[in-house]
């Protein structure tokens, strides 16, 4: 987080600033962009699932046995009109499972899981999202924008037990607004630096945020290259059930311009 926010507080002071003139191609210069990425975060989470007031947290690593890391696809787009003007896409396919045995008692969703038994779990999270950017600084060295996302998470988890007939499933889609600044500073050729920051908080439901920063290379005009590290963080509490939701890591991406 500390070098999200450094490098995000650099773009956002030298995007005001007045850019030296370079030999270097248009980066900017471009109407559709699209963008496969791969992304290799580090899981810390816990969640909370209350039916008849029967629920506990449960550490998704340590109880469960999910992977605290693990590799994942993103598909993002972005639609850009007027120069000043975007619309950005992403669809994040989330997905964990794992066949352990229990080391401690735990609740589900009404359903108790004594310690010591087999479980069988898996969570799904398919995160769709999209809105809207515009730049009140836009030019051929970079960018500094407001965005506007609503963030639709589809999430699904089980939990089965064979040998006790337990099979306990929970499933929401929940849309979120959010809300963020996003900059890019082409200091030369060739090289940017990009940040995003996003979120919202809820009261005393909780909060979400999405940051990342990334150094991005592009060897020709409608190619680049970029690599980073993003932070994702969902911390919410809603009806007694409770999201403590943490991701983070470093991610690389290929991008495509025309």
């Known amino acids: 987080m500390k070098v999200i926010a450094t ?3 650099l773009l956002f002071i030298c995007s005001g600033l007045a850019w030296a003139e370079v030999d270097l191609f248009n980066a900017e210069d471009y109407n559709f962009e699209l963008e496969g990425r791969y992304w290799r975060p580090k899981l810390d989470s816990t969640v909370k699932i209350v039916e008849n007031g029967i629920g506990t947290d449960i550490k998704l690593v340590d109880d469960l046995g999910f992977d605290d890391q693990k590799d994942f696809g993103e598909a993002r787009g972005q639609l850009k009109f ?4 975007k619309f950005n896409f992403s669809y994040l396919p989330l997905k964990w499972d794992a066949d352990t045995t229990l080391p401690r008692t735990i609740e589900f969703n009404g359903q108790t899981f004594t310690a010591g038994i087999r479980v069988q779990s898996k969570l799904e999270m398919k995160m769709f999202k999209g809105g809207y950017e515009y730049d009140l600084i836009a030019g051929r060295y970079g960018f500094l924008g407001f965005t506007f996302d609503v963030l639709l998470a589809d999430t699904f988890m089980e939990i ?3 040998s006790m007939a337990l099979d306990e499933k929970y ?4 849309p979120v607004p959010m809300v963020g600044l996003s900059g890019r500073i082409t200091p030369i050729k060739w090289v940017s630096l990009t940040g995003k920051i996003s979120g919202l908080p809820m ?4 909060y979400i945020l999405d940051a990342e920063a990334s150094l991005d290379i592009n060897p020709v005009k409608y190619v680049g290259i970029s690599v980073g590290y993003r932070f994702l963080r969902m911390d919410l509490e809603y009806d007694d059930n409770k ?16």
């Open 243 to 258: 999201a403590d939701f943490r991701l983070d890591g470093p991610f690389a991406a290929l991008k495509v311009r025309f």
């Open 82 to 85: 007027f120069g000043k003007h």
């Open 7 to 9: 490098v995000a507080a």
């Open 160 to 162: 089965k037990a064979p």
């Open 171 to 174: 499933d929401s889609t929940v």
């Open 203 to 206: 009261g005393g439901i909780g």
